[in-house]
């Protein structure tokens, strides 16, 4: 699996937007770009992923460039319960994968 | 709610001693992933079985096993317990376990050895 590089933490205030990147640059041309969130010690959630095209949920948007070698998360609308460690990884979609999962950002929204 | 049953959520024993944590996963998933977080390593992949055989494995110590049985509930065994071992263990499942899908996990076990 590519590895990814993500900053170690980023601040957010309440209600504006949290812009999370991640670089994938190793990424290969079968593998899809997973984000997950673990609040504070609870099990980790998944957010959204993606393969080539810019995906959007009820939680968040995920913008991949076009040489897939980077991705934004977009939460459009942080409150203080997005106060959590976020975690990109990068997944075959084929075979039995597991979910390896890094060191993540750590986003604080502040009110 | 994820779905993911774990049972106990907290436990504490003595070193040398022996656990084994339950997961039932979600209504119809056939995957179950064991991971263990602890302080200073993040989360950390196990194991990983589907429809009862293992299909992956990652650092899971010796002293550990795990199995999946028929109604597809899993259990993770942690023996000869060390200090080290206490951590948070997640168990997560998803509908298959190959391809493009995404794990959904239970709220975990805090286990304390002391």
């Known amino acids: 699996d590519a590895k990814t590089t993500q900053p170690p933490s980023m601040d957010c205030a309440e209600g504006r937007a949290a812009n999370l990147p991640c670089n994938h640059s190793t990424i290969s041309g079968n593998e899809y770009v997973y984000w997950y969130r673990q609040i504070h010690s609870q099990g980790p959630q998944y957010i959204i992923h993606?393969?080539?095209n810019n995906e959007t949920n009820e939680m968040a948007s995920l913008i991949i460039t076009e040489d897939r070698k980077s991705s934004t998360l977009i939460l459009p609308h942080a409150t203080l319960r997005d106060t959590a460690v976020y975690y990109c990884i990068v997944r075959v979609a084929a075979g039995f994968q597991k979910l390896v999962f890094g060191t993540g950002t750590r986003l604080l929204v502040s009110p | 709610d994820s779905g993911v049953t774990q049972t106990p959520k907290h436990l504490i024993t003595a070193t040398g001693q022996r656990v084994t944590l339950r997961c039932s996963p979600r209504?119809?998933?056939?995957?179950v992933y064991w991971y263990q977080q602890s302080l200073d390593q993040g989360l950390q992949f196990l194991i990983q079985?589907?429809?009862?055989?293992?299909?992956a494995k990652g650092n899971i110590l010796e002293r550990f096993s795990a199995q999946q049985f028929p109604d597809l509930h899993s259990e993770l065994n942690l023996s000869s317990l060390e200090l080290g071992d206490s951590a948070l263990y997640f168990c997560a499942s998803s509908p298959i376990g190959e391809g493009n899908t995404e794990a959904f996990f239970g709220q975990g076990t805090r286990l304390t050895v002391v």
């Open positions: 079985y589907y429809n009862g055989e293992e299909r």
């Open positions: 209504s119809g998933d056939l995957s």
């Open positions: 993606g393969l080539k």
